[in-house]
């Protein structure tokens, strides 16, 4: 019986890749040094699979920034903007893709599905002349075959890059992108011959987009690509791999029916329903890769109950064709648990990071050939036990609570109109009141005060009073600012959903579970094990600090219970909804102390409340319903007078606009101004909004001080659609990226913008 692994993270346990690219963007180290870091995190990676035991081990999974701009640089498909000179892609055109350089701005960069990665979008068009252009992955494949491991090298299928692309500029939008399939074709075959002549015996193509809903033509597309490749992949053995979600009936029938092809790969972590499907019907002859080692989530596997699956799938496919595999790349996990030096033992006895995740493959792989290893068996049903009724993961009572939320509504007693009513006789706003979303700048002093706290190395009082100090400055500055609604800044906050995962009970963290999720960049979720409760107030000191500050409304600011979910690594042992329910009432706690303490306007932050939308059209109602009905439940104890708002961080909202304004905020901050057409669009086309609504009128990505007069036009362009008495005036989102040199003029210029227009509106222009 055979093991697989799908992908591996490429940072490395303790992100060598990460300090090595920094130092190199930043001069500080040469190619040469980058190169050597990353062949030998590759070989330890290679090494680390031969040792488990792994007899498919993928090659071509490292990346220095991301697999679909390697896939580009493959095809030759750089944009003209570039000026490459067409030879073998070096570090100078890709990391221009990547990053953009001085003159020219970075490639568009988007969401991997329903992660947290970011991949490069490929622009194409008629005129795109491709070749081959990146030898990145034979070169791959000889450098672990010198290494004396024979990989199975991984390309993104030829379908999943002409899906995942957009039309470049100047291209018409209508422009159908598979079109280019004989082109892009045309490279995979010079490809796929320089791999055979190397000496490979497995080729493996992702096709995650077969998860997704496609329609007939995609599917034909796909039919048609690998027929034309077939002649050329003879003598191969080749592995179409699917990951992240159920596959579509009919996306099953056309892939298992492709000629050429010998294996094919599921997740059967998120795709319980293929596991029926591959019950109704596999192709025989074929072999299938059975990812039932889940790579999105942290939990060490319940091998007893996979066992159980792969033996029920040995009786489909037969002995010699079953292959036990990840269930997606192991990208989307950490890395190496034996870094954990800080975590609670018996917590740790319930994790597998991706290096035990290769071993559990392993060990799953042996116990189907007849040779389990008993021992390592019976210590993970141990684990799984302990998991079960360990004492920290229950607490009935928030149990019963969530239960009791279920099946039932949660609405504030008044409508929204009556509410900002209310609201405005106790606030005094002037017409288009301004704010920000949040944070302001993080200093180095900032984070060192932080830092030193944390360590103990200064005492609370200093700590205490070093953040008050800044509150204070922040405070003044909006005050001189003449800001409306003021914010304290967020100075004692590292991370917004790490800040309050730390004062929740439920939650553990970790010192090196990075997770990559664009570029260098990589993101460190907080593990959710157990039920989730309050022990007390965690926002309520610093706030009402700083409204004891100023005159001017100050709100409390706090993060909503869906962005808390989408931003950890979730309990796996009860739906994603009833942790969610839990989380809510646990902020429900702290927005009443807020309110109770004199905090009149509470922003509650749900951030990532889009990214947790399911891939599938007919999955999504059901996650918006439970996701919006969590956000009404953090908010529904308060009184008219106290104002709710909330702030989302992407301006693609248009599909859920309905859900968006069934979350009955009172005012909703959001992301617009990279594309402010698209947002406003909505309302243009009759969606009535009846809430307060702050479409950012000016991106904070950038350092860039946008004038006073564009900033003008932006509020004019949003009074063209929304009603003055609703609209606010604020930034796209937290300034917390920015520096004071940045945000002093650009939130000048915002004031002073909203003032020009407040005085056109009152007399009357
Ligand atoms: N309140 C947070 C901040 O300003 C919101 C951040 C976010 O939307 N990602 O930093
Ligand atoms: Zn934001």
Redesign the pocket.
Known sequence: MASHIVGYPRMGPKRELKFALESFWDGKSSADDLKKVASDLRASIWKQMIDAGIKYIPSNTFSYYDQVLDTTAMLGAVPPRYGWNGEEIGFDTFFSMARGNASVPAMEMTKWFDTNYHFIVPELGPDVNFSYASHKAVNEYKEAKALGVDTVPVLIGPVSYLVLSKPAKGVDKSFCLLSLLPKVLAIYKEVVADLKQAGASWIQFDEPILVLDLGSQTLQALTAAYAELESTLSGLNVLIETYFADIPAEAYQTLTALNGVAAFGFDLVRGTKTLDLIKGGFPSGKYLFAGVVDGRNIWANNLTASLDTLNSLEGIVGKDKLVVSTSCSLLHTAVDLVNETKLDNEIKSWLAFAAQKIVEVNALAKALSGQKDEAFFSSNADAQASRKFSPRVTNEAVQKAAAALKGSDHRRATNVSTRLDAQQKKLNLPILPTTT?GSFPQTVELRRVRREYKANKISEEEYVSSIKEEIRKVVELQENLDIDVLVHGEPERNDMVEYFGEQLSGFAFTVNGWVQSYGSRCVKPPIIYGDVSRPKPMTVFWSSTAQSMTKRPMKGMLTGPVTILNWSFVRNDQPRSETTYQIALAIKDEVEDLEKAGITVIQIDE?ALREGLPLRKSEQANYLDWAVHAFRITNVGVQDTTQIHT???YSNFNDIIHSIIDMDADVITI?NSRSDEKLLSVFREGVKYGAGIGPGVYDIHSPRIPPTDEIADRINKMLAVLEKNILWVNP???LKTRKYPEVNPALTNMVAATKLIRSKLSSGK
């Open positions: 979303i951030a702030h989302m961080c992301e796209d989102c937290g």
